[in-house]
T-cell receptor, first 115, second 111 residues
Framework: NAGVTQTPKFQVLKTGQSMTLQCAQD?????MYWYRQDPGMGLRLIYY???????DKGEVPNGYNVSRLNKREFSLRLESAAPSQTSVYFC??????????????FGQGTRLTVV | GENVEQHPSTLSVQEGDSAVIKCTYS??????FPWYKQELGKGPQLIID?????GEKKDQRIAVTLNKTAKHFSLHITETQPEDSAVYFC??????????FGKGTHLIIQP
């Protein structure tokens, strides 16, 4: 079972470059999420999508865009990378709204460094 | 938005002893409280969860308690083992905007 798959696992960008982080889930989940994790800060929600075709801002959306390409895939784009976006990025999915909140499944993470 | 406070940030216990991590939340509409464990280099994984209509839940060595009136919930790990060493996150879930994480507790099991 693949679960949630993120690519790439590691990336180094120069300031001002752009890139797209890819995420796919094979559990037929409705909701998908992008979080960033910084030391001592826990996981903070960047964007989420409660269903195909809809996306909403989370706690820290500035500097990012997302696309819910279909039910399986949810991508995160950095248009002009900044050093403050150096972080570990996690994609997650859950069956919400289904029967209310249930377990969210996380990918392995993308470690991004912006120099 | 929702605010989740988690304490302590680091907890060191002797192998075999118990560990307790405490959290508070602010949104009275929150109704789902999972706990995630994150090992080095991996994504968080659910270890136990509790819903607002339940006060306590136990799964082998792990138990969670919830006090909705006080907006407190706690994780209890008994008979700790080396493999329990990890970062633990308490989480609050309410509406469609995902899950709000605490800042995490680094649990260290001393041999």
């Amino acid at each position: 079972n693949a679960g949630v798959t993120q690519t790439p696992k590691f990336q180094v960008l120069k300031t001002g470059q752009s890139m797209t982080l890819q995420c796919a889930q094979d559990m037929n989940h409705n909701s998908m999420y992008w979080y960033r994790q910084d030391p001592g800060m826990g996981l903070r929600l960047i964007y989420y999508s409660a269903s195909e075709g809809t996306t909403d801002k989370g706690e820290v959306p500035n500097g990012y865009n997302v696309s819910r390409l279909n039910k399986r895939e949810f991508s995160l784009r950095l248009e002009s990378a900044a050093p403050s976006q150096t972080s570990v990025y996690f994609c997650a999915s859950s069956a919400y709204p289904g029967q209310g909140h249930t377990e969210a499944f996380f990918g392995q993470g993308t470690r991004l460094t912006v120099v | 938005g929702e605010n989740v406070e988690q304490h302590p940030s680091t907890l060191s216990v002797q192998e075999g002893d118990s560990a307790v991590i405490k959290c508070t939340y602010s949104d009275s509409a929150s109704n789902y409280f999972p706990w995630y464990k994150q090992e080095l280099g991996k994504g968080p994984q659910l270890i136990i969860d509790i819903r607002s209509n339940v006060g306590e839940k136990k799964d082998q060595r792990i138990a969670v308690t919830l006090n909705k009136t006080a907006k407190h919930f706690s994780l209890h790990i008994t008979e700790t083992q080396p493999e329990d060493s990890a970062v633990y996150f308490c989480v609050s879930g309410g509406g469609a905007d995902g899950l709000t994480f605490g800042k995490g507790t680094h649990l260290i099991i001393q041999p």
